[in-house]
């Protein structure tokens, strides 16, 4: 008899104790917690406390060049992350797991959070455990554990037994008493004792890690130099300040921060195509996927079986009376036994004995008791029961159905009573009949399996069912292709080379149990495959979490949802093919990125080691490099990944980054230097007459009318109380026209990126695309405006005119190495520079790989 379970007045009590589920597993990350993630860094600390001490120093534009593009960084990626986490909380409500309690004797559906201690809940199977509790009564009640254990085997509970959250049932079903709740149950100890190292970085987050600290260990190194040549020099701390502005822009601070959002903005675009993403490096991860491995039901058949026709071996009132007995006795409620009831019907009986069905065992029995005696019925897949039958051509009818496309189940009738022991030896049993169900094909199959073909991913269905049946669904559903199919039956008998082989060699994989699937999945990886793997069953949850990519069905049960990395909404098969190309878009987008990102950063690493340190000049003033970052890096950067193409180029991102930005970097540095020193000594050698203050002193003094002629001096050149002499106009004119270069060609860059013309690129096949073409036009009209526009050009960067013959030659040294960076962009050599970047990073990446690998271990 079912218990009781508490009153609403024994519940209210406990309300108001707080002895309430108070820890849900939240689906995504608080606001707090975005706010505070995405500014709170120690490098953005770094420079947000540089900024305050230029802020006492009265430095107020250096103070705005060291906190804007954190500034803006931060806003723009936390009102995009939260307007993502909005949209993705209220998909993600659909899929939060309900709890089913007994109150004043009455089953009722809640959400987790409104557990109370005490409650009597009730499991079924495929149900994840909430809450710790104690076993009151069960049904041959079988618990998967192993997402806590790692044990593989399933445990038979008893009443007394403990029941631990994160746990599911496989079979049979139970009520338990509630005993922990909240962050005292066994699961979430588990999760707190972890949670220094749960957190892992994607393959991206890692390889731009490895590059951020090698440009980070470079910038504290020069700062380290000119704080002690300052400090030697006993120059004002100040300058110090001013020049760290500089030097600590050589590290791509904000790259973390995008990555961040590009994956958000991924998610975004998932969900409306119906993926749900439950883990943010899934957005990367499918872009490497190459072969998907799935359950045929809910990918080409829908999640729906239908009676087809039987075949009765004893008289047919005594086999449908079988039938209708395990029907009505048994405690799953599976898809075939529904089936098997709409047809057959269900009728009140007293169970005696019961073996529910698992996916391990692959049958179920039942004994029942009758007027006329105790009826044993046991229903199952024909290569389990065929030894314990009696030979009746079953074989025949069976493999006959299977080339039907139709699931088979046999019914056998045993004389005498049912162990409930699953391990015990199967009684001789009279063949009753053979039953065949028909799978629902989805219409659209074929269409979204060539798109796979199409995307040159390979296919493997890995299924319960009988191979042969599968075969003769892929040929109902009009699927082409010749396949190979084996059946778990024949891989047992194998040994490990053989079914390596054959894993590798079948496209169907059939009458396949969880541990089975399991291991197809790790051969598949140990092959070198990116394996994706789709499924809905408590008999799919070990494969799926043993893929790179686990995808569960909406439909399926908890417990493979719970470990899944995405969950197909509504069962869109469809849209799994899409979130593939998009996991390939978002990840050519940001390879893209990072091409025109750390070039900008190399370049100034080697500005900053040669002019800083070597010759002691500032390669330009911190507001101006704040305008250079924006103008040749933030603005595209946020636009790029809209227009990204998808690409199969599945090698590591920032070794082809490499290859493009250090030479670019070398190049775009050399021109500049030779710009800057052309201006730097042509100007005392009276080459350009035309260049003075006075070309900006009209700008300058309309904006600030009562300033004096040092005052317009200091302004432009960046130093207290500069002297009109001509080395500070040479040192100024020379950062101003190296600006104008930097930016030009930093702009550019977006053509190398994006050849408009096949002689541009080392493939030789051009990128014809309409955006990046509008985006270099954009820049462009956006650097004219900055220009014709004193408030914000003289005001703020502190820009200094220059005669429109030197914006010519400037532009006519920016035609020049454009030509030499698309030689190099053709070329397929590598200098040694690059060779030595690479290596530099490889080692870099492998400390960063040994030291996930020690947190983890400290973890476990």
Not at 217 to 245: E, H, R
Not at 247 to 268: G, K, R
Request: aromatic fraction near 8%; charge should be negative; charged fraction near 20%.
């Amino acid at each position: 008899m079912a218990p009781e379970g508490l009153s609403e007045r024994e519940v209210g009590e406990r309300r108001a104790d707080g002895r309430v589920n108070s820890a849900e597993s939240p689906v995504s990350r608080s606001y707090t917690d975005i706010l505070v993630k995405n500014l709170c860094t120690s490098f953005n600390l770094i420079l947000l406390i540089l900024g305050l001490a230029l802020v006492f120093f009265e430095e107020y534009i250096n103070a705005v060049a060291a906190t804007a593009i954190i500034l803006i960084n931060v806003l723009v990626s936390t009102v995009q992350e939260m307007r993502a986490k909005r949209r993705l909380d209220r998909i993600a409500l659909l899929l939060r797991p309900k709890a089913t309690v007994v109150r004043g004797g009455e089953e009722r559906t809640i959400d987790p959070a409104g557990i109370v201690m005490d409650d009597v809940v009730l499991m079924v199977p495929g149900d994840q455990a909430q809450v710790d509790g104690v076993v009151i009564d069960c049904r041959s009640f079988e618990m998967d554990e192993s997402l806590l254990t790692g044990e593989s085997s399933t445990r038979r509970k008893q009443p007394g037994d403990t029941v631990h959250s994160g746990a599911f049932c496989v079979t049979g079903e139970c009520h338990y008493r509630v005993t922990a709740l909240g962050e005292d149950t066994f699961a979430a100890k588990m999760l707190s004792s972890a949670k220094r190292f749960d957190k892992k970085r994607t393959p991206l987050q890692r390889e731009t890690a490895s590059v951020t600290e090698m440009l980070m260990g470079i910038a504290f190194f020069y700062l380290g130099i000119v704080v002690v040549m300052n400090l030697l020099a006993k120059k004002p701390a100040v300058d110090s300040l001013i020049q760290a502005v500089i030097i600590l822009d050589i590290v791509p601070i904000a790259l973390f921060l995008l990555i961040t959002l590009t994956y958000m903005i991924a998610a975004v675009r998932m969900a409306d195509s119906g993926v749900l993403l439950q883990n943010a490096s899934s957005v990367e991860a499918m872009s490497h996927v190459d072969t998907v491995c799935m359950d045929k039901t809910g990918t080409i058949t829908t999640n729906n079986l239908l009676f087809d026709n039987a075949v009765y071996y004893t008289d047919e009132a005594e086999a449908r009376e079988a039938v209708r007995a395990i029907v009505s006795a048994t405690t799953g409620r599976n898809n075939t036994v529904k089936a098997l009831e709409r047809e057959y019907g269900t009728e009140a009986v007293e169970t005696v004995a019961e073996v529910p069905f698992s996916s391990q065992r692959r049958f179920s029995a039942v004994q029942v008791r009758r007027p006329q005696g105790d009826l044993t019925v046991f229903m199952g897949a024909y290569p389990v029961l065929a030894a314990a039958l009696a030979d009746a051509g079953i074989g025949g009818t069976v493999a006959a159905c299977a080339a039907r496309g139709l699931r088979t189940v046999v019914v056998g009738i045993a004389d005498g009573p049912l162990s409930e022991d699953p391990e015990a030896e199967l009684p001789p049993l009279r063949p009753a009949a053979v039953i065949g169900i028909r799978d629902e094909i989805r219409p659209d199959c074929r269409e979204i399996i060539g798109r796979f073909i199409d995307g040159g991913m390979e296919l493997k269905v890995i299924s319960g069912d009988d191979p042969e049946t599968v075969e003769a669904i892929f040929t109902q559903a009009g699927i082409p292709g010749g396949r190979v199919a084996v059946s778990g039956d024949d891989l047992a008998l194998m040994d490990a080379d053989g079914r390596r082989e054959a894993v590798l060699r079948s496209d169907i994989l059939g009458r396949m149990r969880p541990d089975q699937k399991e291991e197809a999945v790790s051969i598949l990886k140990a092959d070198g495959r990116y394996v994706a793997m789709v499924g809905d069953g408590v008999n799919d949850v070990r494969s799926i979490k043993a893929a790179q990519v686990g995808v569960a069905l909406q439909s399926g049960s908890g417990a493979a949802r719970g470990v899944a990395d995405m969950v197909l909404m509504d069962d869109r098969f469809d849209a799994l093919p899409k979130a593939i190309v998009e996991g390939k878009r978002t990840v050519s987008g940001m390879r893209d990125i990072l091409r025109l990102y750390l070039t900008r950063n190399f370049v100034l690493a080697i500005l900053v080691g040669i002019l800083l340190l070597i010759f002691r000049r500032m390669p330009m003033l911190p507001i101006q490099n704040s305008y250079y970052a924006l103008i040749t890096v933030s603005f595209a950067a946020f636009l790029m990944t809209l227009w990204a193409k998808p690409s199969d180029d599945r090698e590591r991102v920032l070794p082809g980054v490499l290859r493009f930005s250090v030479p670019m970097a070398m190049t775009i540095a050399t021109f500049a230097m030779g710009i800057y020193a052309l201006f730097f000594f042509g100007v005392p050698a009276g080459l350009f007459p035309e260049v003075s203050f006075d070309l900006t002193a009209d700008a300058f003094f309309s904006l600030f009318p009562d300033a004096t002629r040092t005052d317009l001096i200091s302004h432009l050149s960046g130093l207290t109380d500069a002297p009109d002499t001509v080395a500070v106009l040479a040192e100024t004119a020379a950062m101003n026209a190296m600006l104008v270069f930097l930016v030009v060609a930093g702009i550019l860059q977006l053509f190398l990126i994006y050849p408009p013309f096949g002689f541009m690129s080392r493939d030789r096949r051009p990128k014809r695309r309409i955006l990046p073409m509008l985006l270099v036009v954009l820049l462009f009209t956006v650097m004219v405006l900055f220009y014709g526009y004193p408030p914000l050009s003289v005001g703020v960067a502190s820009v200094m005119y220059l005669p429109d013959a030197v914006y010519l030659l400037v532009l006519a040294v920016s035609a020049a190495w454009f030509a030499v960076a698309v030689v190099l962009n053709r070329s397929d050599r590598r200098s040694m520079l690059v060779e030595f970047s690479e290596r530099s990073f490889e080692k870099q990446l492998r400390r960063e790989l040994e030291k996930e690998g020690r947190q983890d271990q400290r973890g476990r």
